[in-house]
């Protein structure tokens, strides 16, 4: 069979070497997959608390979770290349009988270990010393070595601690109490990763198999192409729609890619993309579907629990950056279209952009004043109804459910994908945007729980798949009835039966990886808060980037890509976010650069999942040049490319805070979102050395200096004026009480790091309300005193916003830093928008000159 006659489930299963075995033991698979998924459904679910049964702790969950994902992974993972894919050997059977045993440990002995915290027995020392080792031979099976040689290289270096040379060596840790900290507690492998794995991460995942079996993945590469197909290089472009659709709820970017790229890759090659082109723009999409909420692969619940913040906080913070990366992509895809000369494809002739412009602004208006009319007709429902309420607004919804699928049958049926079908001629928007309109019910449940009633992101998606599997019983036959054929093209409720059954089976075998990858990058987390790895890391990247603010950056980049090779999305986070992202909090508090907890964790998010990409391991690049058949390496590298725009983004948000929306309004965020936009696509221009036409070197250049400037006219500010005034320690005092509450001042603080030892760090005192500079210090929560004219800390009150700044007794105040009046940062746009001027008359010169280049742009 080719791989064009796979369905999707075959070709991910091949790209990423899974059994597909016959017979008894592919029921038993399904019977386990369909097991695994109903279990998270139901702890999902309020029905344990309702019916007052099955209902667990987050310990015991993350057990069973565990012991799915293992037994499952051996069953469905071959052990060699050379191991049969048809059938699954006995031993396997055996060691994933041994492996979701161990796993399970801690659900069937539950009460008595928490009756012996610490203690350890002969069976939980042994349970822990099989279960390590299984555990790591399930991630060298189901996502290749990298993951669990890194894992293993923590576990000996917690084993093997006094004997490491120099800046490495520590006290060491003996085996019961690794065993303890890694298997038996919630330090390790049962930790907060697995936990968010088992929580959001699986309900998530299988929200996105439901909805792909549905038909919503076919319906968005449909409407993309339809929408964005008769421009120059559509293809492509609507390649980078339907991968940013299907990545709002995709955990992986490999699945992305074989999702989407099945279809998108021929289409594209069709068109004129070379093999490797073609699949570095499907890699560049479906890498960037990782970074856009709601999911982010699954790491924005992790940062829930790592960084601290609401998940609505996280989704707003990342929305911005990952959004105009999508926006500078499809700018890539159409500057290499004109440098390739392509035409649009079919004779559709575009409408006029002011009326183009007209359509798109009445849409909007349209969707928002539905929006409002919902958000405030709901807001007056549910008191109005009280326990009623719910029952109401579940009849609204099945009604708007029967109405939009009246709509979509009165369309004619999606075509089946067909990438040979030729190009002669694409679908019409209209007929196929509203053919699928139901399909965005669930979505709408899900982000009205999340962000409107505010829901945990678990139950919201336990909402958002209810939902979905009503739409996937209910859809073929009610379009059957309704289109009056008898069931000829769309089934009956057999059919649906059995699409909800793949859909939970597709959901759990789509979780192995994920849930296996937790587990293990949890050994890695508690190597870190066990041996305190993380401050060696930190004096290791602060003696290599020797003070400098922007290598110690550099620095943290390219170790975030190497750790990331090989990993799957959730993994790599976890192992980056747990060590590096520490590191650049401390090396910034000395080098005098704040940085919000957010920015850190997505700087190290951002280049941990661009290990996808680059080569020589990046394994979307793999999984698009099996489809390309193009070379994987040359494909890596084009995608590296396409990436620069995505490379640069957490460098200037770094500095640049704005971009993540922190502490900023509406109007300014908007703003800033078109500013920012604006900039990243000047950017892209600069780096493919096109923009209205071929670019000089130094027509490039200017614009790279234009695009700085937009992102950070901070930097140009600070050179014109400092934005801080320097004022003695020791008038502390005076200085609160001559600054506006509500601001912030600097401290340089000499104090001590966890092991005791001296070290230098900048923090930011809020400013609170008072009369008085020692009535602010009050509300602080600090008493100082002076010792020959130094400013010591005498006390820090307990839970104060001092102490919550980082300020502890007996450290030393260095050096007081005021905000000063000046000019706003952002008046250094009005140069840079003259510089883009400038290019622009000298382009547009040279585009008035016949070249026989085709410029014209559509």
């Known amino acids: 069979m080719t791989d064009k006659h796979l369905s999707t489930e075959e070709l991910i299963a091949k790209d990423v070497g899974a059994r597909l075995p016959e017979g008894a033991m592919a029921q038993v698979i399904a019977m386990v997959a369909l097991a695994w998924s109903l279990f998270q459904l139901w702890i999902a679910s309020p029905l344990p608390f309702i019916f007052r049964f099955g209902v667990l702790n987050d310990t015991e969950t993350r057990s069973i979770h ?55 027995t002969t069976s939980d020392l042994v349970t822990a010393c099989v279960g390590i080792p299984l555990l790591l031979e399930a991630t060298r099976r189901a996502l290749g070595p990298p993951l669990a040689i890194i894992a293993l290289v923590f576990l000996l270096y917690s084993l093997a601690g006094p004997y490491m040379p120099g800046i490495l060596a520590h006290r060491g840790v003996s085996l019961n109490a690794l065993a303890n900290h890694q298997w038996i507690t919630t330090e390790g492998v049962f930790g907060i990763a697995l936990g968010v794995s088992t929580s959001f991460v699986f309900l998530f995942v299988l929200f996105g198999a439901l909805l792909e079996r549905a038909g919503a993945g076919h319906y968005f590469i449909q409407l993309a192409f339809s929408l964005l197909g008769h421009y120059r290089g559509g293809p492509a472009k609507a390649a980078v729609v339907a991968s940013g659709m299907t990545g709002l709820i995709s955990g992986s970017s490999i699945a992305n890619v074989v999702t989407t790229g099945t279809f998108t890759i021929p289409m594209m090659k069709r068109t004129g993309f070379s093999k490797e082109k073609a699949g570095a723009v499907e890699v560049a999409s479906s890498v960037n579907g990782q970074i856009m909420p709601p999911v982010m692969g699954a790491a924005a619940f992790l940062m829930v629990e ?87 607004i579940g009849g609204l919804l099945a ?103 793949e859909g939970l089976i597709a959901g759990a075998r789509n979780m192995i990886g994920i849930g296996i990858a937790t587990a293990a990058a949890g050994i890695i987390v508690g190597a870190v808060s066990q041996t305190g790895v993380g401050l060696v890391l930190a004096d290791l990247v602060e003696l290599l980037s020797m003070g400098n603010l922007l290598l110690m950056l550099i620095l943290t980049a390219l170790l975030s890509l190497i750790l990331g090779m090989g990993l799957p999305t959730t993994a790599n986070y976890i192992v980056v976010s747990s060590l590096l992202a520490p590191v650049v909090v401390a090396l910034g508090q000395q080098n005098g650069l704040i940085v919000p907890l957010i920015a850190v964790h997505l700087f190290v998010f951002y280049f941990g999942i661009m290990a996808d990409v680059t080569p020589p391991v990046g394994l979307a690049s793999f999984a698009a040049a099996a489809v390309s ?75 790279l200096l234009v695009a700085f400037t937009l992102f950070r006219p901070g930097f140009w500010m600070d050179m014109l004026h400092d934005p801080y005034r320097d004022i003695p320690p020791t008038e502390l005092a005076q200085a609160l009480a001559a600054v506006d509450a509500d601001s912030q001042l600097r401290l340089r603080v000499l104090g001590e790091n966890e092991v005791g030892d001296p070290r230098e760090f900048t923090l930011l005192l809020p400013i609170p309300q008072g009369e008085t500079g020692e009535e602010r210090l009050e509300r602080l929560g600090i008493q100082l005193y002076e010792e020959d004219g130094r400013q010591l800390i005498d006390n820090v009150a307990f839970g104060s916003p001092a102490e919550q700044a980082g300020l502890a007794f007996d450290q030393e105040i260095l050096a007081v830093r005021a905000p000063t009046d000046r000019w706003t940062k952002e008046l250094m746009w009005i140069p840079g928008f003259l510089l883009l001027c400038l290019v622009v008359w000298l382009q547009r010169r040279r585009r008035a000159v016949p070249t026989g280049e085709p410029v014209e742009m559509r």
């Open 66 to 120: 565990l012991a799915f994902a293992l037994f499952l992974a051996f069953l469905v993972y071959p052990a060699f290349r050379r191991s049969p894919r048809n059938r699954v050997p006995l031993t396997d059977i055996a060691l994933g009988l041994v492996a979701a045993a161990t796993a399970a440990y801690l659900f069937i002995f539950y009460q008595q270990l928490a009756q012996r915290p610490g203690s350890l």
């Open 306 to 392: 790592y960084v601290g913040l609401p998940y609505v906080e996280i989704i707003k913070h990342a929305f911005l950056p990952a959004a105009i990366s999508y926006i500078a992509l499809l700018y890539i895809v159409h500057l290499e279209s004109l440098k390739l000369g392509l035409q649009p494809i079919g004779q559709r002739v575009p409408k006029p952009w002011l009326t183009r412009l007209a359509g798109f602004a009445f849409g909007a208006a349209l969707i928002c004043g539905l929006s409002l009319a919902v958000y405030y007709g709901l807001g007056w429902l549910k008191p109005a109804l009280g326990s009623a309420a719910i029952w109401v």
């Open 399 to 501: 009604l708007t459910y029967l109405v939009l699928l009246k709509v979509a049958a009165s369309n004619p049926p999606l075509p089946a994908e067909d990438p040979d079908k030729p190009l002669d001629d694409l679908p019409q928007a209209r007929p196929v945007l509203l053919s699928g309109l139901h399909f965005l019910l669930p979505v709408v449940v899900l982000v009205w729980c999340l962000m409107v009633e505010r829901l945990s992101p678990g139950l919201s998606a336990f909402y958002g798949t209810v939902m979905l599997v009503f739409i996937l019983v209910t859809q073929r036959p009610l379009l059957s009835l309704l289109r009056g054929d008898g069931g000829k093209t769309h089934g009956g409720v057999v059919d649906g039966l059995v699409d909800l059954r």
């Open 629 to 703: 058949k193009g070379d994987p390496i040359r494909t890596g590298f084009a995608a590296f490319y396409y990436s620069l725009r995505t490379a640069v983004l957490p460098f200037l948000f770094i500095f640049n805070t704005d971009l993540l929306l922190i502490e900023v309004d509406f109007w300014h965020g908007v703003l800033i979102f078109v500013v920012a936009t604006l900039a990243l696509l000047i950017f892209t221009a600069a780096t493919q050395g096109y923009f209205l036409v071929r670019s000089r070197w130094y027509e490039s250049l200017v614009l």
